[in-house]
Every structure is written in structure tokens, then in C-alpha cells.
């Protein structure tokens, strides 16, 4: 596995996003073809974060990137998951690239759908800016305040040894909250 092909996904992830920042009443629809670019992207990511973190303590993961029904989620992301978990119930790695593609917020989170009660850090407390941004538009998306152990990477990206070090981490810390 080639780590320098993950740094080009995620900065194409960016790119995509500082292209098509989130707009209010401007949803991109999934069958656009100015989505094609990101979707390709994702499934690449995907692909290679399977490559690379298929498993820790002989523990199987899988990937979930999103996807989208109708239209292009606002917070695009991906999920590194243990056995058991899902993305709307679960305890899991996420990388949830900001609305406005300056990077993404990397750490172990918990479900937003489905809070599990873990000590999380509240990055957002009102309308405050940040510098990576993952809230999407509804009560459902905000996503910044489920993080335990957030960490901001930049865009570009061109440095992925801390990167591939905080994923691990955190895949550690997700399987200690679940006791597998």
C-alpha cells in the first residue's frame, strides 16, 4: 500500500470540497456528475484505508465512506470500523473532512445518532467559527462535539506519519470503549 495514493485522496477530498463548499439551499445531488470526482476520491480512500488498517490486534475493520441518497452529504467521511459497529450506532475511528475543505477532524468518536455516553470534547459551544469545521445542517450532522480525541490535519496534507499514528491510536481507543 502506497501511503503517498492516501494523501492524494484526502487532499482530492478537499480539493473537492473547497470547489463545492456547503452552501444553504445549494445541495449537490448524488447523480450530478460534478460529483463523480469525490465519489471516485472516497472509494479510493476507502479502499486504501482498508489496505491499511484491516485489522489491529488481530481485530478485523472495515471501511464506510459517505454516500448520500438524494444529495452529497455535507460532512463527507470516513469510517474505520470494529466488528459489531455501525456508523449510525457505534464506536468507531472516523475522518470527517470540514464543509469548506481546509482538512479534516480525525479521532474515535461516538454515534451521533446513537450517543453511547462517552466523554467526548465539545469543540463547538455556540456559532463560533473553527478551523475545520465538521456540523452539517441539521441537529443529525453536527458532528464536532463527538470526537474524544480530536485532531485537526490540514490541507494539503503532505506529512502522513502523525496521520496514520493518530488513526491508530485511535482504533486502539474505540476497542478499549468496547472491551472486544
Known amino acids: 500500500m502506497n501511503s503517498d495514493n492516501l494523501l492524494d485522496y484526502f487532499n482530492a477530498v478537499c480539493e473537492f470540497r473547497q470547489l463545492h463548499p456547503v452552501l444553504n439551499c ?4 448524488t447523480n450530478d456528475p460534478e460529483i463523480i470526482s469525490v465519489k471516485d476520491a472516497l472509494n479510493e480512500l476507502k479502499e486504501n484505508l482498508q489496505q491499511q488498517y484491516k485489522e489491529i490486534n488481530n481485530i478485523p475493520f472495515t471501511v464506510e465512506v459517505s454516500r448520500g441518497i438524494m444529495n452529497l452529504p455535507n460532512v ?3 469510517c474505520i470500523l470494529p466488528p459489531g459497529q455501525l456508523v449510525r450506532n457505534g464506536i468507531y475511528t472516523a ?7 481546509r482538512g ?5 468518536v461516538e454515534s451521533k445518532v446513537t450517543s453511547k455516553g462517552l466523554k467526548t470534547v465539545q469543540r463547538k459551544k455556540d456559532s463560533g467559527l473553527l478551523s475545520i469545521d465538521v456540523d452539517g445542517g ?3 450532522t453536527k458532528y464536532n462535539n463527538v470526537f474524544v480525541n480530536p485532531e485537526e490535519f490540514y490541507y494539503p496534507m503532505h506529512d502522513i506519519a502523525r496521520f496514520n499514528q493518530h488513526i491508530k491510536e485511535s482504533m486502539k481507543l474505540s476497542l478499549s ?4
Open 76 to 78: 463527507l467521511y470516513a
Open 26 to 29: 445549494m445541495p449537490l445531488r
Open 177 to 180: 470503549f468496547l472491551e472486544v
Open 95 to 101: 475522518i470527517c473532512f470540514d464543509i469548506l475543505g
Open 138 to 140: 441539521s441537529e443529525r
Open 104 to 108: 479534516a477532524l480525525v479521532g474515535c
